[in-house]
Structure formats: C-alpha cells, structure tokens
C-alpha cells in the first residue's frame, strides 16, 4: 500500500484491513461503506453500522461491489480502436501511446475551434474529485464545449429552487416519526431503500403509507393506499388537493400569512382544479382524490417523499412546484416530522469554483450543449447558430449510448468516422464500442473522493481500499496526465487527489472528523423552515415566482398535459414509462452475472387488457414502436401496469437487447418546461406481437 492507502487502514488483531469509503452511485441515500481487504485483495463490501443513515445496510447491487471490481469483463489496460465504430474491436496499448495520441489529436482540433471538443459526463460517480474536479480544469483550461447535464433531474431542482429556494427539505429521519407519507413518483424499495426502512417504522407505528405513481411497483404493494395516476398528470392532483384544502379550510392560515407568497394568486389557480376535474385528467377515482387531501389536512405531522421519476414529462417542473407548494399550505414545516424532500443537495457547501476551475476560461465564453439532446447535436453540421461541429468527445461516468434519450440518433453520432472518441470506462459498454480509445478507470475501492448527499445531510470520505487492479488509473489522475502533455502548466494541474478532497468543501467541514471517522453531519436544524427562513430571496416559500414570470413563464405551477398523450384510436394509443429494473441502477450493473440473472431479460409490463385486444400472450417476444425506433423485448402481462400504460424496464444495455436496441430507443428529446431536462416518461408508443 502508499502511504496514503497505509493510513486509511483499521487493522484488528487478525491483520485484516477494514476501509471505510462511500457508495458512489446515483442514489439518495450515499452510504458508508465498510472494506474488508485481505491480502490486498477485497474480499467483502458491507454498510457502516456506525453511520446512522446507512445503519449498516448495503441494498443488493453494492452489497456486491467487489464482483464488479474483480469482474472478469473488467477493462484492465488502455485499448484502441482497430476495426469500424460500434463493432467493439480493439487492441490493447501502452498509456504512453494512448495519452499522447490523444494529447495530439485534441490540441490540433483545439487549435482552431477549441468549442469543438465537447465533454460528456453525469453520475457514473456522485464523487466530487472523480466527477468534475480535475476534469472540469482540464476542459476550462482547454476551452472546450460547456455540457449542460440535464439527464436526470434539472427539472425538478430547478422547480425547487423556484418555490424553495434551493435544493433543500426536511431530514430523511424524521420520516420515522410521521403520521402519513406521501411517496411520490418513487419506488423506495428499489431506488431509496434507507428512506425505505424509515418508512416502514413508521407504519409500525401508525402511519399511513400512500403511493403515488402510474406503476403498481414494489413499494405500492406495501403501502397502504395506492394512487395510479396517468403519466404526467402529477400537476392536476396537487392543484386538486389545494382545492379541496381551500374548500375545507384545512389551512394554516397563519404560516401561509408569515412564511409564503402569492397565495392569492395560487388559491384562485387551485379553485379551478375541482376534484372532478383532476380525476379526469388523471385516470382516478374522484374519492382518492378527496380522501387523499382529507387525510394531508387533518393529520400532523404529515410528510411527501418526492422522487425524480415524475419530472420526467412536459409539465415535470411544474408538478415538482406544485406539490412542493402543499406542506406550506398545512403548516407541515413546523414539525420536524413533516414538510417534503425531493433532494437535500442544496444544503451542501460544495466549492465548485475552488474544485473545477471556471477561471481558466479567462474571458472566452464557449457554448454550452444540453447532453440530452446529444442525438441531434452530434448531427448539427457546423454553423453561426450552433458553431463548430462537435469533432471530439471525451466520455467519463456516462454511457450515452445507452441512456439518453432517442438512441437511434445518438448511435449515428457516435459512428461517424470523423468523430474522435475517448472513453473512461470500467467495462466495454455500449459507448465503450464507439470509442477510438477507451482508458481503464478506477472503481471505488481504489480511489479518493469527497460525496455529499441528495437524500441526508452527511458528508463522506472515500478511501481507496486496495492498490489499482492491472493498469487503471484514476479519472483525476488521467486528466493531469492529459493537461501534461498538452502544455497545460498551471499549478492547479499538480494537485493530487487528497488536496482535492479538502478542497471540496474548504473550511465548512472538519476534514480530521472525515479522517478519522469517514463522515460528518452538516449542521442543519431538525425542522429547517418552521419559521420560514427559506434561502429565497423573499425567504418564504413562494407560490408565486416573480423570476419564471420575468422569463415569460408562468408564475404559478399549473398542470401541463404531456407531449404525447395518447388517445382512443390514435396511431400510437399506449403511454409507456420506463422505471429502472430493480438490479439496476441506470446502466451500472447490467453486466454484474448475478444481478442480471435476477432480471433475466428485457421486459415489458402490459396490463391484461391491453395485452388481451393485441393477442399478446404473457412472454411472448413483442416488439415496441413509434416513429423514433423499435424495441423487442418479453411481454409480462401484469397487474403492475394500468390500462393504456406500459412500463419498459430498463435500462439495458442494448448489446443485451433482442435486437440490439433499448427501451430508448423509442423515446424522445423533448425537453421539460424548465430545467431543460428529458422528458423519458413522456412517450407515446405501440406494442405488437413480433412477426
């Protein structure tokens, strides 16, 4: 081991090393981990029992982490491209080869349009240091194309940070102590299993539990109320509810009067939202409607668990306002126990300037490109709008390939022959199969990082748990490697991972805490706005934002009816959604053996009676469809789906797909109505019988 790995080390009496370290994937709960390493090897992967929100409980996927790791499949050395783009054929070369090649073939397209090179990254890690830390230097100093990463929820922090002020809520905890949970948009079970737990202690001791979500997922089987809206129709059911509280005077008049603005305005917008309306939008009965805002009136504390997955529509900022509006309404903020969370990001005092640089831009002001039109980018010829067509790509913690929206598309950006790829990978993914180089990368247990949290309010320290397995090497470390070659002198080039990570938070965090226990708690208050002080700039939660209407929006939340709302003889009469499969995690452990032997293959849920009017027999191979492409995948007739809706599991890679396409493929790059993000839950499709 370094020095520096020699120190992360608690030996007990056997000689065997236990590493503390932190989940890095996309998730909310950001566990602690504990490492144990035998003969430098990582032998298990388990929650640090000593770290209140992890509690000592790993879900499946990380619980095993070290067979990712050690996996087989696992990319060991730096590979080049020696056959046509997408076959996924390389020979193996030296790093010296690799980085200067691309050293070389970067600076003479920087040369004369720097915007050309484009960087395209999201949360492969959460991690501060291996996610934009020195990757975010190098592409500042390079001048390079600025990426909007929109993927996955810039609609609904943006809603947020319009009603809340930022991307703040009430501590995950206290979710034990409430009388009724809203879960919303979210299958806790699969994708928040710590929020999960807390969940559950509260039901055992009286809570009511009601899911709301199009999909009858895991989480709904275990609540008690289970509310199947329309996709995209979230909007209508928050306006209803504060009709109804309105009607009913189920009002905290007085926190309305002290601590929010425009009520006016919203309470005239919620009146014409009568619950029979709403249950026509949204495919409900008018009784779960009016007893669903009976019980958020009348019960103390009351609490929402908002989850990303109902931004993903036309109108996904919107309903995140509207339904952040409503513990305002009740006065649900004075108890610690109540109030909503959809990300607790915003508390953390993460210094991104300090951390990637933007200063090293001096006076040039590069374009941006949203990632999740990345289809339709990668075809943009060169232009006064657009300006230099994209002639490199440098991939890191992303598998665009696979995961952003109208595949078709991005595949044929990604096999032009005059675009230059570079992938930092794990594994060969679909991605990986485009790429001139591919540059073996390090998982977790061998690097240092910094993670906050989108789902508590801890700091974590990573450490790395073993020596770098075959050739890998950091995302910070290849970065330096690169601004070396190109010329790139700056003493901020030098900084090794360590000074990184006490970089990411300077003086707001005790770094000798982070040493020596792995974690720190932020010092946020129990119940953060029971008397207001929300970080707006009114500081009250605002029904009414003067700063969207400035922008020509709307100021008020309003419900806004999908792109694609399919409709009783229409070409393309069926709403298809697309969850993540329980093992899954994005497109992280598709390839793990035993986490896609759980899934088996890809799937598609249909109701009965859509099934029935199709011939559609429980799995039998059909294929999906709509204008943009075409999906095949097994037909599970199940009562998870509701009529004229359709869950595409996903997300495959589409290497493992039946006919070499994902679900994907079939969905669109319309973007939401603020945040400019994605709108994958916002696709109108077909289903057949295949042949």
Known sequence: MTELMAETALLDSSGTATVRGACPHDCPD?????????????????????????DGVLCTKVSRYAERTYHPERLLTPLKRNGPKGAGQFVPVSWDEALDDIAAKLTSIAKDHPEAVLPYSYAGTMGQVQGEAMAGRFFHRLGASLLDRTICASAGAEALTQTLGNKVGMKVEFFAESKLILIWGSNSIGSNLHFWRLAQEAKRHGAKLVCIDPRKSETADKCQVHLALRPGTDAA????????????????????????????????????????????????????ITDLARDWGNTKPAAIRLNYGMQRVRGGGN?????????????????????VLLSSSGHFPVQRAALQRPDLLGARQPRTVNMSTIGDDLLRPSSAAFGPAIQALVVYNSNPVAVAPESGKVVQGFAR???FTVVLEHFQTDTADYADYILPATTQLEHWDIHTSYGHTDVLLNR???????????????????????????????DDDLALCRTALGDQVDFAQLLDQGFASLPVPD?????????????????????????GQDGLPDHLPNYEVPAGGDRYPLAMISPPARNFLNSSFVNVTSLRAVEVEPLL????????????ANGEVVKVFNDRGEYHCKAQVSERARPGVVHGLGIWWRKFGLNGTNVNELTSQHLTDMGRAPVFYDCAVQVARLG
Do not use: K
Not at 248 to 271: F, K, M, N, P, V
Not at 542 to 550: H, P, T, V
């Open 30 to 54: 950001t566990c602690a981990l504990l490492t144990t390493v035998e003969n430098g090897r990582a032998t298990r992967v388990q929650g640090n029992p000593a770290h209140r929100p992890t």
């Open 237 to 288: 059911l928050a306006l209803a509810l504060m009709h109804e509280l309105i009607v009913h005077d189920w009002l905290d008049h007085d926190y309305i009067a002290q601590y929010t603005s425009g009520w006016d305005a919203l309470r005239e917008r919620a009146l014409q939202w009568p619950p029979e309306r709403a249950a026509q939008v949204c495919g409900l009965d008018v009784a779960q």
């Open 319 to 339: 309903a995140v306002r509207a339904i952040a509006c409503l513990p305002a309404l009740t006065g649900a903020w004075r108890h610690r126990a109540g109030g």
């Open 417 to 419: 022959e005059d675009l």
């Open 464 to 494: 790395p748990a073993i020596a770098p397995v075959g050739q890998v090497r950091s995302n910070t470390d290849i970065f330096r490697a690169l601004a070396a070659r190109m010329g790139f002198d700056e003493p901020c080039f030098a």
């Open 527 to 551: 119940a953060p706005f029971a008397q207001g002080g929300f970080p707006t700039a009114s500081g009250r939660c605002e029904f009414f934002s003067a700063r969207l209407a400035a922008q």
């Open 605 to 616: 849920e249909i109701h009965a009676q859509d099934a029935q009017v199709r011939g559609i």
